[in-house]
């Protein structure tokens, strides 16, 4: 089994702007407003935290192995293409948001709206930090790829949680429904290439749901 590594991330800049897009809110004042007091409360009480280990791929038609388990995706082995080895992680900003969300669902709803989109660019700014991180130390990535995209079953984390021990690693948690405890995690293979990419695409132009509300233009 390969090794599992934890690295603990600062807090990346706050980006206003992709919050109130996962809000799907405008931007007058009032929601800024409020979007600001949101993130004042809850930005100390945040974790950035990340398990990750290296494995092989290896693709042969729409089968993708990494050697401890595989999947059959073609949407997932169109992005490994250029690959031999892939950096799987998981990472998690941690419990307080989804206390947060919870307890402000009952008695302020806006807020806890607001609190779900600083969840969805906290994790999505962790997840852009780690990969950041991983190119600095030399390994040029392709964009990353979570189950439920495309093709790829969200069965497939009940490999990840097993191959990176995300409850013991990071306090993350798979429950039968493939729910992740906290809600505000993500996991996804990235994929080590050679292969030179004069413009890196957005992980949104790999998917093919182009109605998606949160589709990024980037």
Excluded at 161 to 181: E, K
Excluded at 195 to 208: D, G, I, T, W, Y
Aim: net charge neutral; aromatic share 8%; hydrophobic share 40%.
């Amino acid at each position: 089994m390969s090794t599992v590594f934890v690295k603990t991330f600062a807090p990346p800049p706050f980006c206003e702007k992709e919050a109130l897009r996962y809000a799907r809110a405008g931007k007058d004042e009032s929601v800024r407003d409020l979007l600001a007091g949101c993130w004042e409360g809850i930005e100390g009480k945040l974790e950035y935290k990340v398990c990750y280990t290296e494995l092989p791929v290896c693709i042969k038609n729409d089968a993708v192995d990494f050697g401890c388990f595989d999947v059959r995706s073609k949407d997932l082995a169109k992005n490994l293409s250029t690959c031999d080895r892939v950096i799987l992680f998981a990472a998690t900003v941690g419990l307080e948001l989804d206390r947060q969300i919870a307890k402000y669902g009952r008695i302020a709803p806006s807020r806890a709206l607001m609190l779900q989109a600083i969840g969805a660019e906290r994790i999505e700014a962790l997840c852009d930090a780690f990969c950041d991180w991983q190119q600095e130390q030399g390994n040029m990535l392709v964009p990353r790829f979570s189950a439920g995209y495309g093709d790829l079953s969200l069965e497939t984390q009940r490999d990840i949680f097993r191959v990176l021990d995300c409850p013991n690693q990071i306090g993350l948690y798979l429950n039968d429904s493939l729910l992740m405890t906290p809600s505000k995690s993500v996991t996804a293979f990235a994929g080590i290439t050679e292969a030179p990419r004069k413009v890196q695409p957005h992980k949104c132009s790999l998917c093919e749901n182009t109605d998606c509300v949160f589709r990024s233009n980037k």
